[in-house]
């Protein structure tokens, strides 16, 4: 079972700064792609920013020179780097990563993290 496991969210001020971690673990063959994605009460599920294993990366247009998406290949794990957030960053923040297991390498699949919150407010 691949399992995703985030952290760093939490409460920050608006103009700060946050990174979020997310890591991957398990029987992971291969993981394509990681990414972040954000949902607030009453407003649509979106892409924050994503990263391919070749380090290709796409950023929502909110987000775009505030926020990096890095990656380890090494640990599977991928980064967010948040600064100058804004109230609008805030909601809880779900990692992706599209991968598959050692049990069906060939296998393409998507796995989530149960999410982290993240609140930005004065």
């Known amino acids: 079972q691949v399992r995703l496991v985030e952290s760093g969210g939490g409460f920050v001020q608006p103009g700060g700064s946050l990174r979020l971690s997310c890591a991957a673990s398990?029987?992971?063959?291969?993981?394509?792609?990681m990414g972040w994605y954000r949902q607030a009460p009453g407003k649509q599920h979106e892409l924050v920013a994503a990263?391919?294993?070749?380090?290709?990366?796409t950023y929502a247009d909110s987000v775009k020179g505030r926020f990096t998406i890095s990656r380890d290949n090494a640990k599977n794990t991928t980064y967010l780097q948040m600064n100058s957030l804004k109230s609008e960053d805030t909601g809880v923040y779900y990692c992706?990563?599209?991968?598959?297991?050692?049990?069906?390498?060939?296998?393409?699949?998507?796995?989530w993290g149960q999410g982290t919150q993240v609140t930005v407010s004065s």
């Open positions: 992706n990563a599209a991968g598959s297991s050692i049990y069906e390498p060939m296998k393409l699949d998507d796995y």
């Open positions: 398990g029987s992971i063959f291969s993981i394509y792609a």
């Open positions: 990263i391919t294993s070749d380090g290709s990366t």
